[in-house]
């Protein structure tokens, strides 16, 4: 998936199949909840990229 500034954002489907679940349910709630970090975290690094450009254009305006 090709995201903003042209980061290529690879959202991987490896998540890490894991032993001692009681239900399928649980391991899918477990799924959604490492799909939901993974995502907090590119979100807030294309933002913080985002800052930065924005501020290195303020700096050549200037």
Same mark, same amino acid.
């Given at each position: 998936? !090709?995201? =903003?500034?042209? $980061?290529? =954002?690879?959202?991987? /489907?490896? $998540?890490? !199949? /894991? $032993?001692?679940?009681? #239900?399928?349910?649980?391991? @899918?709630?477990?799924?959604? *909840?490492?799909?939901?970090?993974? @995502?907090? @975290? $590119? !979100? #807030?690094?294309?933002? #913080?990229?985002? =800052? *930065? #450009? !924005?501020?290195?254009?303020?700096?050549?305006? *200037?």
């Amino acid at each position: 998936m !090709r995201g =903003v500034f042209g $980061i290529t =954002v690879h959202l991987y /489907c490896e $998540i890490p !199949r /894991c $032993i001692g679940y009681r #239900s399928e349910k649980e391991e @899918l709630l477990h799924a959604i *909840q490492f799909k939901r970090k993974q @995502l907090t @975290l $590119i !979100r #807030s690094t294309l933002d #913080s990229a985002h =800052v *930065q #450009s !924005r501020r290195e254009r303020r700096h050549r305006l *200037q």
